[in-house]
């Protein structure tokens, strides 16, 4: 059984990504690391648009803290904005394209 892990979000780095910077808070690169779930803080650049992509092996759930965007499958678009959550499933095979906007 692991220890207890207690990690204050000011704790964890932020580093750059294509679409702006992340930082995990439960992730391979944390003290609170775990083979199952993943849990990170992403700052989008304002109006960058992934490209259509699958996480074929794990669920994907984005809530929004700050700003505005849309969140677009093959499905169709819904926007998003604070407070608001989209969960994406591998098994949909529905690919999210996500728009942030701040």
Known sequence: MRDK???NEKD???YAV???RTKGLVAKE???CSDKVQVRITE???GYVHKLHVHPAQDEIIFVLEGKG?????SGKKEIGLAMWCWFRPESNT???TRIQK
Do not use: K, M, Q, R
């Open 5 to 7: 892990v207690i990690l």
């Open 70 to 74: 849309a969140s677009e499958t093959v």
């Open 44 to 46: 989008y650049l304002p």
């Open 18 to 20: 294509d679409w702006g």
């Open 12 to 14: 964890a780095l932020f």
């Open 95 to 97: 690919p999210p394209i």
């Open 30 to 32: 944390s003290a609170a």
